[in-house]
Nanobody
Framework: QVHLVESGGGLVQAGGSLRLSCAAS????????MGWFRQAPGKEREFVATISWSSGISYYTDSVKGRFTISRDNAKNTVYLQMNSLKPEDTAVYYC?????????WGQGTQVTVSL
């Protein structure tokens, strides 16, 4: 069983930056492709970014390309999401999970709020 804990969210002005972290415990997630997802108020949870286990391949949803960067440190069992040039539409609860996501691994997420 993998337990995922997201952190690093907060309130930031438009144009600002945040770095999210996702720490895994319970077992190593090294073999897994990992992803970040987000859910805005009143909307479905959506895919944001994914990274292969070797960090060699990453993909992003179009709306964050060029602004967000996903990375991972397998030795620390941690996945990161560097978010730059934040926009109000990035406001959401951000979650990490395997990709494709495992229902049992969803954590509490971390709130990101971007103000004008």
């Amino acid at each position: 069983q993998v337990h995922l804990v997201e952190s690093g969210g907060g309130l930031v002005q438009a144009g600002g930056s945040l770095r999210l972290s996702c720490a895994a415990s319970g077992r190593s997630f090294s073999p897994y492709t990992m992803g970040w997802f987000r859910q805005a108020p009143g909307k479905e949870r959506e895919f944001v970014a994914t990274i292969s286990w070797s960090s060699g391949i990453s993909y992003y949803t179009d709306s964050v390309k060029g602004r967000f960067t996903i990375s991972r440190d397998n030795a620390k069992n941690t996945v990161y999401l560097q978010m730059n040039s934040l926009k109000p539409e990035d406001t959401a609860v951000y979650y990490c999970n395997t990709h494709p996501p495992n229902y049992d691994y969803w954590g509490q997420g971390t709130q990101v709020t971007v103000s004008l």
